[in-house]
């Protein structure tokens, strides 16, 4: 038996709200992630997080 996590929500905005907002966005952004565009956009992102991340390491 799987539970369903129970959200965080310390913003003082009301659940149904924060979720009715999420129902309304999820599928345009979803839609665009799915796209070549998103894709490419999404990938360019990863890129440049890893180039950050190693010249954090670099000191």
Known sequence: MSRR???INHT???QHKIE???RCL???ILAFY???EGQR???EWKQRRE???Q???RG
């Open 51 to 53: 180039v950050d991340g």
């Open 26 to 28: 999820m599928p345009d």
């Open 5 to 7: 996590k129970k959200p």
């Open 55 to 57: 010249e954090d390491n």
């Open 12 to 14: 003082g905005i009301p």
């Open 34 to 36: 799915e796209s070549e």
């Open 20 to 22: 009715a907002t999420v």
């Open 41 to 43: 956009e999404f990938a």
